[in-house]
């Protein structure tokens, strides 16, 4: 399985990939940087990628599953509510390709601060 490694502003996250086309043209495109922008307990950032939305996609993600936003062309990471949220749910803002999961606590990310710097890197 192959990873990655997000350092966003403090915090590093690694994630294995997942075998999708998102996972493939993400991998494919490192490493990248970014800025990170935040939306309630959500970090994401812009990717050099545009890609189609996958038949799987969806809003609703457990905090750990890495998302690709493709309205925004960015990687979305939750780790609690956002403003849409029903209840305790993390709903992002519309349907994201699940391509990677986090080996390290995405809570973490909670520090991060819009503005942060981002690179992301193969880690294997």
């Keep these: 399985m192959s990873k990655i ?21 993400i991998r494919g495109a490192l490493p990248f940087s970014s800025t990170a922008s935040t939306w309630g307990e959500e970090v994401y950032f ?29 990687i979305a990471i939750g780790f609690g509510r956002t403003p849409i949220s029903q209840g305790d749910e993390c709903r992002l803002a519309a349907p994201c390709n699940i391509w990677a999961d986090a080996i390290d606590d995405v809570k973490s990310l909670a520090a991060v601060p819009a503005g942060a710097s981002v690179t992301v890197e193969a880690a294997d």
């Design 46 to 74: 812009a990717t050099p990628l545009s890609l189609d939305r996958e038949p799987d996609a969806r809003a609703v993600v457990e905090p750990g599953e890495i998302a690709f936003w493709t309205d925004g062309d960015s």
């Design 5 to 25: 490694k997000m350092t966003i502003g403090g915090v590093s996250i690694s994630a294995t990939l997942r075998d999708t086309p998102t996972a493939a043209a």
